[in-house]
């Protein structure tokens, strides 16, 4: 029988009840803005609550509205949060759940992706784990049918991610995300100028990024090196904080969405 990786946190980062979860993130992708040019080959996504970073999630899943009968595989990369590791994690579930249905694995990437030596098979890194997860709402609902290609990223360098991602780069059918917050429990102001640095690196494909820049900063930089190999071009599309969403002003969290052409 298969394996299905089952929710972590419907009902508690996102609606667990499949009608309001569907409407929700309707809502916020009917009122992300849809940039000109190109669609993307990557996304840069924050994974909070919905009601602190869903509208910065939602301006990059808004992006894919003109690609959505293309894209057939996405390859998800998340930091982890509660399992310290080396290297990325791969889940050998062949599906993921969440309230509006199940993800089909793409197995055969996986299998592939595990041959090399940073990626390990750890079902453990996905259990309890957020920041994979509440991305799987918005592309159900921002794509057609998809298969999933999932991972979590523990203490690997950009070049190991890097490698990765140019093992499953693909073509135009293939979509690659990464999961990320940016600072963290700085004051608002403060975090502002620390998010618009870490902005300005990101949009320079300028890898050099430290701890407290990004929770996502190890995919992040595995993207980043990928994409200057592959002479894309970074937008930012919307980079707010949690003092501007739902939080109070004195200890926030930063949200990024960025596009990569």
């Not at 057939?72 to 310290?84: F, I, K, Q, Y």
């Not at 999933?148 to 991610?161: H, K, N, R, Y």
């Not at 990928?226 to 949690?242: E, F, G, K, M, V």
Request: aromatic share 8%.
């Amino acid at each position: 029988m298969t394996h299905i990786q089952m929710p972590n946190v419907a009902g508690l980062f996102y609606p667990g009840e499949p009608g309001t979860l569907r409407e929700e993130v309707q809502q916020m992708l009917a009122s992300a803005a849809l940039r000109a040019g190109p669609p993307p080959k990557a996304l840069i996504a924050p994974h909070a609550g919905y009601i602190y970073s869903g509208p910065i999630a939602a301006s990059a899943y808004a992006q894919l509205q003109p690609v959505r009968e293309r894209i057939s595989r996405v390859v998800l990369l998340a930091p982890s949060h509660h399992v310290a590791f080396h290297g990325l994690a791969a889940s050998t579930a062949g599906r993921f759940s969440t309230p509006l249905g199940d993800i089909a694995v793409d197995t055969e990437a996986v299998t592939r992706a595990a041959q090399l030596a940073q990626v390990h098979y750890a079902d453990q890194a996905f259990a309890g784990e957020h920041a994979l997860e509440v991305q799987l709402p918005f592309l159900q609902l921002a794509l057609d049918e998809f298969a999933l290609v999932p991972f979590i990223v523990g203490d690997a360098d950009g070049a190991e991610v890097a490698e990765v991602l140019e093992l499953l780069w693909g073509g135009d059918e293939t979509l690659i995300v990464i999961s990320s917050d940016l600072s963290h429990y700085q004051d608002y102001e403060s975090a502002r100028r620390h998010d618009r640095h870490t902005t300005e690196r990101i949009e320079a494909l300028n890898d050099d990024l430290a701890y407290g820049d990004a929770c996502g900063r190890n995919p992040i930089r595995g993207l980043l090196q990928a994409a200057r190999h592959h002479q894309l071009q970074a937008y930012t599309l919307d980079q707010r904080n949690s003092g501007d969403t739902a939080g109070d002003r004195n200890r926030v969290v930063g949200y990024g969405a960025y596009a990569f052409h």
